[in-house]
C-alpha cells in the first residue's frame, strides 16, 4: 500500500491564487457564495516617476469573481496597498496586474475556467457568468476578449502554415436572417499528421470579397507559402483564392466530396424507385431496404444477405450500374485524400463522375 505524504492545508495553494500573486488571509463561507480575503504578495514601494522609496498610505479593495469551488461562486476580496512619494508627492498602488488585468471584474484563474468550460465542457455563456457570480454580459465580454487575445492578437498563429481551409458558419440564427462568418481553419497539422486542424480566424460574412480582403491583408511570403486551399463548392472561395493565392491548389475538402456524391445518390435512388415500383420509397421495397443499410455498419455475416439482397431485384426497368451506386458511395467515403488537379476525390470515382453516373 502506497504511503502518501500529505502536506499542511493551504487555503493558497488550494485555490491557486499563489499563480496569481496573492495570499490568502481569512474566508467568509455563505450558503450562495465563498469570499477569500487575500493579499498582494510582493510589494511594490519604489516610485515610478523619481524612483524614490514610497511609504504606505492606505489600503483599497478590489472585488475579483475567480472560478467556483463547491458549485458556488468564489469571490476574491483583494486588498491592495497605496503608496505615496515623500519626494514628488505621487501614489500609486501595488501591481496586482498578476491577479487580473485592470478595470476588470474577473480574475485570470476566472478566465482561464471560463474559457477551458466554453471549449472543453461545451459550456453556454449562461451556465458560465452563473459560476462566476457576475452578468451575462461580464462574462461575454471577458470571455470574447481572452480568446481575442490569446487566438486573434497571437503574432506566431500564421507560422508554418502551407494549407488552409476555407467555409461559412451561421452563428446566429433569427428571425430577420441568419448571420454568417467566414472561418479559416489551419490544416497544415491535419495534413502532415502532426495533430487537429486549429483555427486561424473568423470574418463577419461570407462572400468572395470577404475571403479575398482576408488574403489580401496576409503578407506576400506567407501568400507564398501556401500550397492547398480546401474548401467547398461555393466559386466565389474559389476565385478568391486563385486571385490571390495563383500558386496555391484549390480542392473541395473531403466532407463536401461525400456529401455532393451522396446528393447524386439519392436522386438516383428516387428514379429507380419510381422505375421499379411506380411510388415511392417504403420500409418494404427491396431498394429502399437495400440503401438504407450502409456496408460500413455491418459484419461480414451481416453483408453477405445484403449482396444476395441486391442479385434480387427486379432490374426490368433500370440498370446494373445505377444498383453498383451502392458500392460507390462507399468507396467515396471511404476516402480522405482530395484530388491534386482541383474539385474531386483523390480515387477513381469523384462527386462529379457519380452524378453524371446518376444522370443518365
Not at 486588498?79 to 515623500?86: E, I, K, L
Not at 472561418?183 to 487537429?196: C, H, N, Q, W, Y
Not at 455532393?260 to 415500383?277: K, N, Y
Not at 420500409?283 to 439482397?309: F, M, N, V
Request: proline content about 5%; glycine content about 10%.
Amino acid at each position: 500500500m502506497l504511503h502518501p505524504t500529505f502536506a499542511t492545508p493551504d487555503l493558497t495553494t488550494f485555490c491557486r491564487l499563489d499563480e496569481l500573486g496573492l495570499v490568502a488571509v481569512g474566508q467568509l463561507l455563505d450558503p450562495g457564495r465563498a469570499t477569500i480575503e487575500c493579499r498582494v504578495v510582493d510589494d511594490d514601494p519604489w516610485c515610478r516617476k523619481c524612483g524614490a522609496e514610497g511609504a504606505p498610505r492606505d489600503t483599497v479593495t478590489r472585488r475579483l469573481a475567480h472560478e467556483p469551488f463547491g458549485h458556488r461562486p468564489t469571490t476574491l476580496l483583494v486588498r491592495v496597498r497605496r503608496y505615496r512619494c515623500a519626494h514628488c508627492r505621487r501614489t500609486w498602488r501595488q501591481d496586482a496586474s498578476k491577479a487580473a488585468t485592470p478595470r476588470t471584474k474577473i480574475s485570470r484563474g476566472g478566465l482561464e475556467w471560463a474559457l477551458r468550460g466554453i471549449v472543453v465542457d461545451h459550456l453556454t455563456v449562461s451556465r458560465v457568468a452563473a459560476g462566476l457570480g457576475v452578468s451575462w454580459s461580464a462574462a461575454n465580454a471577458a470571455v470574447l476578449a481572452e480568446g481575442k487575445r490569446r487566438l486573434i492578437d497571437d503574432p506566431t498563429r500564421f507560422d508554418g502554415v502551407t494549407t488552409i481551409g476555407v467555409d461559412e458558419h451561421v452563428w446566429r440564427h433569427t428571425r430577420l436572417g441568419d448571420k454568417y462568418v467566414t472561418v479559416i481553419i489551419d490544416l497544415t497539422p491535419a495534413r502532415e499528421k502532426t495533430g487537429p486542424a486549429r483555427l486561424l480566424d473568423m470574418v463577419e460574412g461570407r462572400s468572395k470579397a470577404v475571403f479575398k480582403q482576408w488574403l489580401a491583408g496576409r503578407p506576400k511570403e506567407w501568400s507564398k507559402r501556401i500550397e492547398v486551399v480546401a474548401m467547398d463548392g461555393f466559386a466565389g472561395f474559389k476565385t478568391a483564392a486563385a486571385e490571390e493565392l495563383p500558386d496555391a491548389v484549390p480542392v473541395m475538402d473531403p466532407f463536401h466530396v461525400v456529401r455532393l456524391a451522396g446528393d447524386a445518390l439519392d436522386v438516383c435512388r428516387r428514379r429507380v424507385q419510381q422505375d421499379t415500383t411506380g411510388h415511392r420509397g417504403l420500409k418494404g421495397d427491396p431498394l429502399y431496404d437495400l440503401l438504407s443499410r450502409h456496408r460500413s455498419r455491418l459484419t461480414h455475416r451481416g453483408a453477405e444477405p445484403l449482396d444476395q439482397h441486391a442479385l434480387g431485384l427486379d432490374l426490368r426497368a433500370t440498370r446494373v450500374g445505377d444498383v453498383a451506386l451502392c458500392v460507390v458511395m462507399e468507396d467515396v467515403t471511404n476516402r480522405e485524400g482530395v484530388d491534386s488537379t482541383g474539385y474531386g476525390c483523390a480515387g477513381s470515382v469523384g462527386a462529379g463522375a457519380v452524378g453524371a453516373w446518376c444522370c443518365r
